[in-house]
Every structure is written in C-alpha cells, then in structure tokens.
Nanobody, 119 residues
Framework: QVQLVESGGGLVQPGGSLRLSCAASRIIFSTFDMGWYRQAPGKQRELVATISSGGITNSADSVKGRFTISRDNAKNTGYLQMNSLKPDDTAVYYC?????????????WGQGTQVTVSS
C-alpha cells in the first residue's frame, strides 16, 4: 500500500520557519511529480508548490520568495521549507504524489500536518 507521511508541522511565531517533510513508500518516488497543498479552516484546499519528476518547481504567488519546495529521490522524500511565516499560512498541509502512465493516473495523498502561525 502506497504511503505518504508528512512531518515537521507545529506551532511557530510569525516570521519563523518550519521545514515539512513527506516520506513516500511503495512508489518509485523519482518518477512522480510532487506537490504541497494546504487547507485552512473554512477554505478550499489550495496549491502551495509543486516539483516535477525532473525538478522543475512552481509555487503560488502567496508563498513566492518565502517557501521552497525540493526533493531527495534517494531518500524518497520531498520537502517544503517555509520561511517568514505569516498567520495566513496557518493550515493543514498535505503532500501529493502524481503521475500518469500509459493513460492511467496515479494520485496519492498524505494525511496532513498542522501548521499554526501565531504569537
């Protein structure tokens, strides 16, 4: 059974930093595009950042210059470095692994990790 396990969330003061990790198992992680999404209370899940299997990154305007997505395929792990955190960044953060192979879509989600930015 494929598993994506997020870690690294917690409570941080405004202006602080956190690094989220997403450990994947039972998939060939290097062949998947990976993304981080977040969902704040009462809001829809939104894209934070993505990194393709080839290492091309993209991020939402709201986090550009503050958040950095990366991956270590040897460790089957993806990361989201979050700096200069703001209260508006408070949300449950989810990692996603996605690929399409021979017309079939493979899409996996982690269970989420809570990030709370508050003084």
């Amino acid at each position: 059974q494929v598993q994506l396990v997020e870690s690294g969330g917690g409570l941080v003061q405004p202006g602080g930093s956190l690094r989220l990790s997403c450990a994947a198992s039972r998939i060939i992680f290097s062949t998947f595009d990976m993304g981080w999404y977040r969902q704040a209370p009462g809001k829809q899940r939104e894209l934070v950042a993505t990194i393709s299997s080839g290492g091309i990154t993209n991020s939402a305007d709201s986090v550009k210059g503050r958040f950095t997505i990366s991956r270590d395929n040897a460790k089957n792990t993806g990361y989201l470095q979050m700096n200069s955190l703001k209260p508006d960044d408070t949300a449950v953060y989810y990692c996603n692994a996605h690929r399409v192979l021979l017309g079939r879509e493979y899409d996996y989600w982690g269970q989420g990790t809570q990030v709370t930015v508050s003084s």
